[in-house]
């Protein structure tokens, strides 16, 4: 299967410094990622579309001055948590889409687990 | 707008018996895909298993078969012969297909934490 990469997978950081997280499909091109949070015993919640080449697209109640994203290339894509506060404390996840013969099936990353003191 | 319903949160098994996870969803979308993953304590969401809603047969892989049943809306997981390393929590998940490509979002459900006893 295709694999995603994040680093770093944990983290821990003062309040009021910034974070920026790495989300890399190792062996496949991917146009577009997602960002997700996760709060623990808790589903997954969509953050932001980051699409190669143009802005990201961000869910309705997420800061994108807070979350900035880049998709640099094909293979990369970068989650900048600024000003971290303890209520940004969370694990963030990212997939990545790739098309096998006729299913396009998102693979995910191992997450980051932020802590922010 | 698409939901996914697991209303089983936490779910028991005895290690070689089979489990079923129950997953229903709501769309109004003709065609759409539907997803099962596993997420262990470590935090790596693992894909399972798919199932496209034009799919004839139920999509099986190894140990894991999706009983898919479009006329009630449910996409159930079931794991034959479970194993200790069976126990995560289990995601089930739609996405939205028109026109051969996705609009790429998937919608979660809740998730059901499966844990296999010895």
């Known amino acids: 299967g295709a694999v995603v990469s994040q680093h770093p997978s944990r983290v821990i950081c003062k309040s009021g410094t910034s974070v920026k997280i790495e989300c890399r499909s190792l062996?496949?091109?991917?146009?577009?990622m997602f960002w997700y949070r996760q709060f623990p015993k808790k589903s997954l919640m969509l953050m932001a579309t980051?699409?190669?080449?143009?802005?990201?697209?961000?869910e309705q109640g997420v800061e994108k001055d807070k979350f900035l994203i880049n998709h640099a290339s094909l293979t990369l894509s970068t989650l900048t948590v600024t000003s971290a506060h303890p209520e940004d404390s969370s694990f963030y996840i990212c997939?990545?889409?790739?098309?096998?013969?006729?299913?396009?099936?998102?693979?995910f990353g191992p997450g980051t687990r932020l802590l922010v003191l | 707008a698409q939901k996914i319903t697991q209303t089983q949160p936490g779910m028991f098994v005895q290690e070689k018996e089979a489990v079923t996870l129950d997953c229903t969803y709501d769309?109004?979308?003709?065609?759409?895909?539907l997803f099962w993953y596993k997420q262990p304590s470590s935090g790596e969401m693992i894909f399972l298993i798919y199932?496209?809603?034009?799919?004839?047969q139920n999509a099986t892989e190894g140990r894991y078969s999706l009983n898919f049943q479009k006329a009630r809306k449910s996409a159930n997981l079931v794991i034959s012969a479970s194993q200790l390393g069976d126990s995560a929590m289990y995601f089930c998940?739609?996405?939205?297909?028109?026109?051969?490509?996705?609009?790429?979002?998937?919608?979660f459900g809740q998730g059901t934490i499966l844990t296999v006893h010895p």
């Open positions: 199932q496209g809603s034009y799919d004839q």
């Open positions: 980051s699409n190669e080449g143009s802005k990201a697209t961000y």
């Open positions: 769309t109004s979308d003709p065609s759409y895909g």
């Open positions: 997939s990545a889409s790739f098309v096998g013969g006729s299913v396009e099936t998102q693979y």
């Open positions: 062996d496949f091109q991917a146009t577009t």
């Open positions: 998940a739609m996405i939205k297909w028109a026109g051969g490509t996705s609009y790429g979002k998937l919608t």
